[in-house]
């Protein structure tokens, strides 16, 4: 990651109050406040409007997605049977890039994304260069053969993202040695490693 885009999700960690990446979260234990002059003072209190647009804002900030692509997923949630708060984050959870970054793979979202768009990994043995795309229980995420001695995955690999990353979820089986993970069935929001209170999201888009 850039020193710049490093800098970016610092201050939008500290600016939402939930650390993005590592580095954001030792810079968060350092300086556990706001960015920016007023960010000792102590705050006003935000209107309902702006608590529900913050908690929303932390969602696609921890699956790194564009707008478009939450209200696409929210929409979709919508419209599967059950609540639709755990519907959207579970449907968020099986995108290609946020398993590779639970298996291991990656240290962040957005090193993940950047492993899928160049390439380098694989579903059921086919690349897959789409960080949005769907995967279905049973199907076996992987690392394209001639990508497998690079650097960053025998990194991976040995293990060394274990530290600054959740434990692996009950949904994944993973053989991180062997650079393979299986989605054997639908996450349940509750196993899922992200701070929401996905029902004031719901509120948001239902405004």
Avoid: W
Wanted: hydrophobic share 35%; net charge positive; with cysteine.
């Amino acid at each position: 990651m850039s020193s710049t885009r490093a800098r970016r999700q610092t201050r939008l960690s500290r600016s939402l109050g939930l650390a993005l990446t590592p580095k954001a979260a030792k810079y968060m234990e350092r300086r556990p406040y706001g960015p920016g002059e007023h960010g000792r003072a102590r705050k006003k209190q935000d209107s309902d409007y702006a608590v529900r647009l913050r908690e929303k804002q932390r969602l696609r900030a921890q699956y790194g997605i564009r707008e478009a692509q939450m209200t696409r997923a929210f929409e979709e949630a919508k419209r599967t049977k059950g609540l639709t708060g755990e519907n959207l984050i579970e449907l968020l959870e099986m995108r290609l890039d946020a398993l590779v970054l639970r298996a291991g793979f990656a240290r962040t979202i957005a090193q993940a994304r950047q492993l899928v768009v160049h390439r380098h990994i694989t579903v059921d043995g086919k690349r897959v260069d789409r960080p949005s795309f769907r995967v279905a229980e049973g199907q076996l995420i992987g690392v394209h053969e001639r990508s497998e001695t690079m650097t960053p995955f025998q990194v991976a690999a040995a293990g060394a993202h274990r530290d600054v990353l959740p434990a692996v979820p009950g949904y994944l089986d993973v053989k991180l040695e062997a650079l393979q993970a299986r989605l054997v069935r639908r996450p349940k929001r509750s196993e899922v490693p992200v701070t929401c209170e996905e029902q004031l999201v719901v509120e948001y888009y239902a405004r």
